[in-house]
């Protein structure tokens, strides 16, 4: 069975950190390209972060460029997403996904549709 499964989030204070992880099983994840995507109470969602299966590919978003890092360890079929300085408009369901394309991390890469999807991490940046 293919799963996602993301863990990691958690009540932080501003300023504070989190590493977020996202672990594949039922395939291999080091093949493909993978993001990060979070949702905020009645927002859309956003990408906020991917990472090519070379590893030498990354994106950000504006709003977290310079404060997250999104890494992998394809032997342990994991990609991590480190975020650092937090602020209160960080707080979100955070998501990973990838989609069994080969397909380069970058700005649209959000925008195709993802084969699969975790369940999603609760990050609460609140004073």
């Known amino acids: 069975q293919v799963q996602l499964v993301e863990s990691g989030g958690g009540l932080v204070q501003p300023g504070g950190s989190l590493r977020l992880s996202c672990a594949a099983s039922?395939?291999?994840?080091?093949?493909?390209?993978v993001g990060w995507f979070r949702q905020a109470p009645g927002k859309e969602r956003e990408g906020v972060s991917c990472i090519s299966s070379s590893i030498s590919n990354t994106y950000y978003a504006d709003s977290v460029m310079g404060r997250f890092t999104i890494s992998r360890d394809n032997a342990k079929n994991t990609v991590y997403l480190q975020m650092n300085n937090l602020k209160p408009e960080d707080t979100a369901e955070y998501y990973c996904?990838?989609?069994?394309?080969?397909?380069?991390?970058?700005?649209?890469?959000?925008?195709?549709?993802?084969?699969?999807w975790g369940k999603g991490t609760l990050v609460n940046v609140s004073s």
């Open positions: 039922g395939f291999t994840l080091g093949h493909y390209t």
């Open positions: 996904a990838t989609a069994r394309v080969l397909r380069s991390c970058g700005r649209t890469w959000f925008y195709y549709g993802m084969d699969y």
